[in-house]
């Protein structure tokens, strides 16, 4: 097809379009019609006041002297020499550059969003929230608990980019945080404390800390316990809530009633920072285990037999996000987390973890310890059951033979 009829016929097109009452997406190739806004400008723009599109791949640069244009137009050249690094750190410098022209009457988001739209159609601010979600997807992925947000840069970038296009941003959960940290943890509900414990997983891990804390109690009580000895082999084991929490090497020795206690006592005092809405720490927790709050008597037993805010902070995440049974004790608990608002961080049980415990203690306690060992013994042991009972049929077998002979 000639060029000139190929031109007729986009130009026919196009003119179909615009009796519809398309009109361009900024000097991109791209149509669209605001039907559901019948007040918007488009819609009192002349046909012949539509602009034409910018083609960035046939266009000049040439109108300007060597280097006039990086020197005049900095932004503009790093968005169409896809620098992005010295995009972002001229936006850092200069917000107000989101808004300059150049010779083109184009500004740097006309010139992002014609080098976008001509590959995929999406636009910078899509693009870089894509950005961001394959960012923490990848990293999820790859390694456990080395997501802690995004950058504060990415999240700067994206909060100028949607003021600079007219879009609406809420404010952050807490005021005393920054306008674009409602970013740095993907919220999507605008009720996350500190931007990323949201409502649902606030109140899952408050009902499993609850509920763990009431469950190991009442396991001990069906123990004939003796003062000063310890609890019976196999107890933490084989019958305490959340044993599988505590580590081998103290769950195998000789464990005391008052660890237990102390062990409970962390649970209640992981619920009752969460019921008092203070900010969710090793430190806090720590603190409500104090004398000013309850006795911490067994708190102290169990600190110094080495047991660890950690062990039960680690049990409660857990059946919060990856064990759900301790929710579904009580109907009712599944109902209160429902009516609360939805949220992508509703189940960032290892975002919760890197945060509260860090990133190299959140490897250390991330789910329940199997006793393998045991498993493998136990195993070992049914094996050589069968081998003996083998070896006995073969010998009765060969004194009957004896006996024939």
């Given at each position: 097809m000639a060029e000139a009829e190929r031109s007729a016929i986009s130009a026919g097109l196009l003119h179909v379009f615009h009796r519809a009452g398309f009109r361009r997406v900024a000097r991109t190739n791209w149509l669209a019609l605001a039907f559901k806004d019948p007040?918007?400008?488009?819609?009192?723009?002349?046909?012949?006041n539509d602009p034409t599109s910018f083609d960035m791949d046939e266009a000049s640069f040439d109108?300007?002297?060597?280097?006039?244009?990086?020197?005049?137009?900095?932004?503009?050249?790093?968005?169409?020499?896809?620098?992005?690094?010295?995009?972002?750190?001229?936006?850092?410098?200069?917000?107000?550059?989101?808004?300059?022209?150049?010779?083109?009457?184009?500004?740097?988001?006309?010139?992002?969003?014609?080098?976008?739209?001509?590959?995929?159609?999406?636009?910078?601010?899509?693009l870089l929230e894509q950005h961001m979600r394959g960012d923490r997807d990848f990293a999820t992925a790859l390694v456990r608990f080395c997501w802690t947000g995004h950058s504060d840069e990415t999240c700067q970038t994206l909060m100028a980019l949607k003021l600079a296009a007219g879009q609406q941003v809420p404010p952050p959960s807490d005021p005393s945080m920054p306008a674009w940290s409602v970013f740095k943890y993907d919220c999507s509900c605008g009720q996350c404390s500190s931007g990323w414990l949201s409502p649902r997983m606030h109140k899952r891990l408050y009902i499993c800390a609850d509920t763990a804390a009431s469950l190991v109690r009442d396991a001990l009580s069906f123990q004939e316990v003796v003062p000063r000895r310890p609890l019976p082999p196999g107890f933490v084991?084989?019958?305490?809530?959340?044993?599988?929490?505590?580590?081998?090497?103290?769950?195998?020795?000789?464990?005391?009633?008052?660890?237990?206690?102390?062990?409970?006592?962390?649970?209640d005092a992981i619920a009752s920072v969460l019921k008092k809405r203070e900010k969710l720490t090793l430190q806090s927790i720590l603190e409500r285990t104090s004398s000013q709050y309850r006795e911490s008597q067994y708190v102290g037993f169990y600190l110094s037999k080495g047991g660890l805010v950690e062990h039960a902070l680690n049990a409660v995440?857990?059946?919060?996000?990856?064990?759900?049974?301790?929710?579904?004790?009580?109907?009712e608990f599944v109902s209160e987390i429902e009516d609360l608002p939805a949220c992508v961080n509703d189940s960032a049980g290892d975002l919760v973890r890197a945060i509260v415990m860090g990133k190299d203690n959140a490897r250390k306690h991330s789910g329940p310890i199997r006793n393998y060992r045991r498993n493998l013994h136990n195993n070992d042991y049914e094996d050589d059951e069968d081998e003996d009972e083998d070896e006995d049929e073969d010998g009765s077998d060969e004194e009957e033979d004896d006996d024939e002979e």
């Open positions: 007040s918007h400008p488009s819609h009192h723009l002349q046909e012949s109108a300007l002297p060597p280097g006039d244009r990086e020197r005049r137009f900095p932004f503009h050249s790093a968005m169409v020499n896809m620098d992005t690094e010295g995009a972002l750190a001229y936006i850092q410098a200069n917000l107000a550059s989101i808004h300059q022209k150049d010779d083109l009457n184009c500004t740097p988001l006309h010139v992002a969003a014609e080098i976008v739209c001509n590959n995929r159609g999406d636009t910078p601010i899509s084991e084989y019958e305490l809530p959340m044993g599988e929490f505590i580590p081998l090497d103290i769950r195998g020795g000789e464990v005391f009633q008052s660890y237990i206690k102390g062990y409970a006592e962390v649970f995440i857990h059946n919060a996000t990856v064990d759900d049974e301790l929710l579904h004790l009580v109907p």
